[in-house]
């Protein structure tokens, strides 16, 4: 799997992340495409990797910083199917920033460029322990942001 990073296009405070998936066999249903909720399985790995990228792993995140983010909200369109033994490019980008959230664009694009799948997904950093909102870790939106 390959990983970029890079500055995005459309908004220029915005860091534009990609992370590339293969479909396997176990990820398709009886009409051989991906089964829905994959898309949102392979949304989740590249999130993950897009703060492993910045230097944040999830333990590392729970460990040292006493957080873990969640999803809250999201709002996702299906437009076209993803097939068993497609590679597939998982595009994010986070649109804005609160004081405990983040606001991902997500999209799912094929190996011919067609866009499958379409997420905007509303992540809130909570406490570790507790489960309360919490502040994002100023050295996290340092690294996730090109305003510095």
């Known amino acids: 799997m390959t990983t970029n990073l890079s ?16 479909v396997y066999y176990e990820d398709t249903d009886a009409g051989g495409v991906v089964y829905h909720s994959n898309y949102l399985n392979y949304m989740e790995r590249a999130r993950t990797e897009y703060l492993r990228s910045a230097g944040f792993s999830q333990a590392m995140l729970v460990k040292d910083l006493g957080v873990v983010f969640v999803v809250a909200s999201l ?17 994010s980008r986070i649109l804005q920033t609160g004081g405990s959230k983040f606001e991902f664009e997500q999209s799912i694009i094929n190996s011919t460029g067609k866009l ?33």
Do not use: G, H
Request: glycine share 0%.
């Open 7 to 22: 500055k995005s296009s459309d908004n220029d405070n915005a860091i534009a992340y990609r992370w590339q998936v293969r």
């Open 75 to 91: 709002d996702m369109n299906f437009l076209a199917p993803a097939r068993f033994d497609d590679m597939l490019d998982v595009n």
């Open 116 to 148: 499958l799948c379409t997420a905007n997904i509303n992540i809130v950093c909570v406490d570790s322990s507790t489960f309360r909102p919490k502040r994002i870790p100023e050295q996290i939106k340092a690294k996730l942001s090109y305003d510095n």
